[in-house]
Nanobody
Framework: QVQLVESGGRLVQAGGSLRLSCVAS????????MAWFRQAPGKGREFVAA????????KSADSVKGRFTISRDNAKNTVYLQMNSLKPDDTAIYSC????????????????WGQGTQVTVSS
């Protein structure tokens, strides 16, 4: 089964940018739709953005529209989350997930989950 490993999280100042990466272990990556979720301390897991297997469908949460962009490179088995204009409220553990469906917005719809990477935005 495919495994997912996230990277790119770190401490950044408000207004800054980060790009998160999620690398899949197998070339079957291309058949999965992918999504990013986040979980802030003391809060539930929140949908951030999703992309279909061939990038034909892209969805994002209202809280990140215009600031975050999801993309993927199937040749590199990688999905990205470009985060701009970061705010302290964006502080969370960001995790990617993969699903054998056209697209998804719920964590429990995924078939595979990553461990997450910490993003901390200072004011």
């Amino acid at each position: 089964q495919v495994q997912l490993v996230e990277s790119g999280g770190r401490l950044v100042q408000a207004g800054g940018s980060l790009r998160l990466s999620c690398v899949a272990s197998e070339r079957t990556f291309g058949i999965y739709s992918m999504a990013w979720f986040r979980q802030a301390p003391g809060k539930g897991r929140e949908f951030v953005a999703a992309i279909s297997s061939r990038s034909g469908s892209i969805k994002s949460a209202d809280s990140v529209k215009g600031r975050f962009t999801i993309s993927r490179d199937n040749a590199k088995n990688t999905v990205y989350l470009q985060m701009n204009s970061l705010k302290p409220d964006d502080t969370a553990i960001y995790s990617c997930a993969a699903a054998l469906r056209f697209t998804f917005r719920r964590w429990d719809e995924a078939n595979v989950w990553g461990q997450g990477t910490q993003v901390t935005v200072s004011s």
